[in-house]
């Protein structure tokens, strides 16, 4: 079965540019999320979105950073302008999402993909 | 927000030997998670706890969900040079969102 895809692997830039990571999640997987990975501050949740709708986007860290689902296999993470402390690890991963009868929802665990290494000269 | 304290955060061990890591937590988790990650790849889920007192066994992994649900730990059995990663533990309060751990980096010397 294939896993999460994401691209691209690796993305080096200047500051100032335009950058954009992709996701394709688990196919029939209804939840999808976006973290971020540095050595300072671990794995970091950005936003998630269930049935495509984004649920929490908390995590966003301003204005400059945008994510959109338009549709159950596809995922766009959009960093405008992007600035050097933007260099991290971005992670997208999936998971089934099933509420239940009583109060009683499914924690289905999240799949990661292998991730997109961006440097922000 | 909740924060998990993963410990230790690196172990060097002889090929051969048990190894054993938790996780602590002031919160209370209904479900916790065990992944490895390799470099220049992402987490890889080993084992999932649902319930208050689980233990689950993977191949040579076990892993335990506190009974306070607060604590998780995982133990390798005879570890080999291929378990060397870095190992993270997860918590999950509500069905969608993780809170990770620092992580366990394991190194196995031959």
Not at chain 1, 38 to 55: A, K, Q, S
Not at chain 2, 7 to 23: A, L, R, Y
């Amino acid at each position: 079965d294939a896993g999460v895809i994401q691209s691209p692997r690796h993305e080096v830039t200047e500051m100032g540019q335009e950058v954009t990571l992709r996701c394709k999640p688990i196919s029939g997987h209804n939840s999808l999320f976006w973290y971020r990975q540095t050595m300072m501050r671990g794995l970091e949740l950005l936003i998630y979105f269930n049935n495509n709708v984004p649920i929490d986007d908390s995590g966003m860290p301003e204005d400059r950073f945008s994510a959109k689902m338009p549709n159950a296999s596809f995922s766009t993470l959009k960093i405008q302008p992007s600035e050097p402390r933007d260099s991290a690890v971005y992670f997208c991963a999936s998971s089934l999402f099933t509420r239940g009868l009583v109060r009683q929802n499914s924690n289905q665990p999240q799949h990661f993909g292998d991730g997109t290494r961006l440097s922000i000269l | 927000g909740q924060q998990l304290n993963q410990s230790p955060q690196s172990m060097f061990i002889q090929e051969g030997e048990d190894v054993s890591m938790n996780c602590t937590s002031s919160s209370i988790f209904n479900t916790w998670l065990w992944y490895k990650q390799d470099p220049g790849e992402g987490p890889v889920l080993l084992i999932a706890l649902y319930k208050a007192g689980e233990l689950t066994s993977n191949g040579r992994l076990t892993a335990q969900f506190g009974i306070t649900r607060k604590d998780s730990f995982l133990n390798i059995s005879a570890s080999i040079p291929s378990d060397v990663c870095i190992y993270f533990c997860a918590g999950q309060r509500t069905p969608r969102q993780l809170t990770f751990g620092s992580g366990t980096q394991l190194t196995v010397l031959p």
